[in-house]
């Protein structure tokens, strides 16, 4: 491997991302964009029983952004709403294989979990926090 | 593997290098091989050195006070305006005006040639400028209700001719790009000028990429205004310079208001200082306008028509070695005589920053983005851009870790 970065886990799910495409009629939707790679994610979600029931993303972007979303769809689908609640930064960096990422691509794994974080609380009429906020970006 | 032809080469690398202490330095446990000239350049010791020396020796601020440090001060401070009068061959030091840096430069020749624009009057930029050259120019049209014409760019990456002359056709002002810091071409400028000219407009040249890399004559293009960069020709950041002509910027209205640029301030009415200090107020980056004379005369000595030379050569390796590679698009001219030695690119459908991450890896420093010229990468219909930029200390075994650095990128990724 030629770089700490590109970790087996991040290869994978870029090059077979899971979840890619669209649901027909998601119940909650939220994109955004990180200026510096222009990557753009988009998560879709589904709710039942106080659960995820279906989720997928769409985006655009660098490896570490497409396979960092690809693989939180799959920590996410099932998991109660309150477990969602507290997948972190911490959460999403170790499913990612703990990447040396750096102090700027960071961001590019952060997006989806900030879009997945806005999607939630969207459906729950709430609105994510300055701090949670802050912490993703 | 390349062969270099080290015999015809004019510059000497070894003892080039020699000079730039953080070359010596490793990244990532590799070779630093540093291709991101276009975004700045290295230092050369000579000119940290200028830095030190004028901060231990005779730190001072210049033009106002009597002492022996200020004398000294202002006097190195004034030989730096002389040396760039010298370096792109205006008339007088009149001419030089030091801004923080190129972008500033382009705000002032904006604000200088726009005071009295009326509406429906006419500015013309081209799709290859700079953001620091497009968007003064589209901001003070639609202050003053100016129209903005774009030039278009060809299939060849070159300026379309017949458009420009028919945007030009009642013009008021026609900024654009020496150098292409995206494309790499070199805009005939002395020719541009002179069409620009022929139909009464007056022209703004961004020299930002060019004046580090080709020998630049701003009385034989003929040019009203040019921009330069301190820190893109080794250097220090925090400078830039505005060539104006006297006459022109004699008549425009000053840019900043203070100390410095003033004559003499009455309670109902202040008059301006003379050139070139009417446009520079308050206290100027004096410690690094001094340190650009160092690299001043490091290019002078080595000479701009050999680096020229020595670019040209690297041209065609890297045109060669990225050739060979599968899926590689270069976005600029094929001809080395036609560009500089900054080549944007993309491999496949892999992200630039993906492609960056993975040469830096191997110790290889390039930049990924839109390199501030948003409306180019729209028109070539990509997000963005890797981009590897060349200058004197590079040479064969930089093209060469590039190359293989870019083999290694496609092995991890597809």
């Keep these: ?137 | 593997m390349l062969e270099p032809e080290i015999a015809a080469h004019p510059l000497d690398l070894e003892k080039i290098r020699l000079d730039f202490p953080i070359l010596k330095r490793t990244v990532h446990g590799k070779r630093l091989v540093y291709l991101d000239n276009a975004a700045t350049t290295q230092k050369p010791q000579q000119v940290i050195d200028a830095i030190s020396d004028y901060y231990s020796n005779y730190n001072s601020n210049i033009h106002r006070s009597v002492h022996l440090l200020a004398e000294e001060a202002t006097e190195a401070f004034e030989n730096t305006r002389l040396k760039v009068q010298n370096f792109i061959n205006a008339q007088s030091t009149d001419e030089i005006v030091f801004t923080k840096n190129a972008t500033e430069a382009l705000n002032v020749a904006a604000r200088c040639t726009t005071s009295s624009l009326k509406p429906g009057d006419k500015i013309v930029v081209t799709e290859m400028d700079h953001h620091s050259n497009f968007v003064p120019w589209q901001q003070i049209a639609k202050e003053k209700r100016a129209q903005l014409e774009i030039v278009f760019t060809t299939e060849d990456y070159e300026i379309d001719e017949s458009d420009l002359e028919s945007k030009l056709d009642g013009a008021k002002i026609f900024a654009f790009t020496h150098m292409s810091n995206v494309l790499g071409t070199i805009n005939n400028a002395r020719k541009f000028t002179r069409i620009a000219h022929e139909k009464g407009a007056l022209v703004v040249l961004d020299g930002a990429q060019s004046a580090p890399h080709i020998p630049v004559n701003v009385q034989d293009i003929g040019c009203d205004y040019f921009a330069l960069s301190a820190h893109k020709m080794l250097g220090p950041t925090g400078v830039g310079c505005l060539y104006g002509k006297r006459d022109l910027l004699l008549k425009a209205p000053p840019f900043l208001l203070g100390g410095d640029m003033i004559r003499e301030v009455h309670r109902d009415r202040t008059t301006w200082n003379d050139l070139p200090w009417k446009f520079e107020a308050g206290t100027s980056n004096i410690a690094d306008v001094i340190a650009f004379a160092a690299a001043l005369d490091y290019l002078t000595r080595l000479g701009m028509k050999n680096l020229q030379i020595h670019e040209q050569e690297i041209c065609k390796a890297v045109l060669a070695e990225l050739s060979k590679i599968e899926d590689l698009e270069i976005y600029g001219p094929k001809d080395p005589e036609r560009r500089g030695a900054v080549f944007a690119f993309n491999l496949g459908g892999i992200h630039a920053h993906d492609i960056a991450s993975i040469l830096d890896a191997e110790g290889i420093a390039i930049r990924s983005g839109h390199h501030c010229a948003q409306i180019l990468m729209e028109k070539l219909g990509v997000p963005a851009t890797s981009r590897a930029s060349f200058y004197l200390y590079n040479g064969y075994d930089d093209v060469d870790a590039l190359s293989k650095g870019l083999h290694k990128v496609r092995e991890v990724l597809n």
């Design chain 1, 1 to 137: 491997m030629s770089s700490d970065m590109y970790k087996e886990i991040i290869l994978d799910y870029y090059k077979n991302p899971r979840n890619k495409g669209t649901l027909e009629s998601p119940q909650s939707v939220a994109r955004d964009s990180n200026p510096l790679c222009g990557d753009v994610v988009e998560m879709q979600l589904n709710f039942s029983d106080g659960k995820v029931s279906e989720i997928k993303f769409n985006g655009d972007g660098c490896a570490i952004s497409q396979a960092s979303a690809s693989m939180l769809t799959e920590v996410v689908m099932g998991k109660t709403i309150e477990e969602v609640r507290k997948i972190d930064k911490n959460v999403l960096l170790e499913n990612l294989g703990s990447p040396n990422l750096g102090a700027v691509r960071i961001k590019c794994a952060l997006l989806p979990l900030k879009v997945m974080k806005t999607a939630l609380y969207q459906y729950l009429g709430e609105s994510i926090t300055r701090e949670e906020s802050n912490s993703l970006s």
